[in-house]
T-cell receptor
Framework: NAGVTQTPKFRVLKTGQSMTLLCAQD?????MYWYRQDPGMGLRLIHY???????AKGEVPDGYNVSRLKKQNFLLGLESAAPSQTSVYFC??????????FGPGTRLLVL | GENVEQHPSTLSVQEGDSAVIKCTYS??????FPWYKQELGKGPQLIID?????GEKKDQRIAVTLNKTAKHFSLHITETQPEDSAVYFC???????????FGTGTKLQVIP
């Protein structure tokens, strides 16, 4: 099993550009999450999904959109990137009420 | 919502010594407390967790204690080794869809 994978690993954007981060898991998990990690602020939840076709807002959802069209994939979109979105993004998944498994992260730099 | 505070933010210990990281939480409904280890350039990985019906849990050199009355929980690492050097996150959850609130992390350095 590959576990949780994220693409791309690193990306540089200019302000105003758009991009999509892809998260894939092969563990048949129901729940999936997107977090951002900034120095001194831990992990903050952006959006999450409790099943295929469902999404919900987390702690810091502004400027991001998500979609879960397939159970194994969770996409995070930035429609118009801003420097404040420079961060490391982590995807995680879990089965019902169990341990969250994290991907390796995507490092995003917005200039 | 839940608020999790974690201390210290950095911790240096000599190899073989013990390390203790402390966290407090605000929501009395929280009932699941995982601890994650994050190595440089990698995603966090669960190392131990505890549920609110248990006061202490051990796994080899790692132990976690929970005081529900005081709303705090701690991670104890004994006989530290250089490979224990990493950032450690505590977290709290009240179940349901398992939305987890993380602490701000502790950077542990084990000096050989």
């Amino acid at each position: 099993n590959a576990g949780v994978t994220q693409t791309p690993k690193f990306r540089v954007l200019k302000t105003g550009q758009s991009m999509t981060l892809l998260c894939a898991q092969d563990m048949n998990h129901e729940y999936m999450y997107w977090y951002r990690q900034d120095p001194g602020m831990g992990l903050r939840l952006i959006h999450y999904s409790v099943g295929e076709g469902t999404t919900a807002k987390g702690e810091v959802p502004d400027g991001y959109n998500v979609s879960r069209l397939k159970k194994q994939n969770f996409l995070l979109g930035l429609e118009s990137a801003a420097p404040s979105q420079t961060s490391v993004y982590f995807c995680a998944s879990c089965y019902f009420g169990e341990t969250q498994y994290f991907g390796p992260g995507t490092r995003l730099l917005v200039l | 919502g839940e608020n999790v505070e974690q201390h210290p933010s950095t911790l240096s210990v000599q190899e073989g010594d013990s390390a203790v990281i402390k966290c407090t939480y605000s929501d009395s409904a929280s009932n699941y407390f995982p601890w994650y280890k994050q190595e440089l350039g990698k995603g966090p990985q669960l190392i131990i967790d505890i549920r609110s019906n248990v006061g202490e849990k051990k796994d080899q050199r790692i132990a976690v204690t929970l005081n529900k009355t005081a709303k705090h929980f701690s991670l104890h690492i004994t006989e530290t080794q250089p490979e224990d050097s990493a950032v450690y996150f505590c977290a709290a959850s009240n179940g349901g869809y398992q939305k987890v609130t993380f602490g701000t992390g502790t950077k542990l350095q084990v000096i050989p």
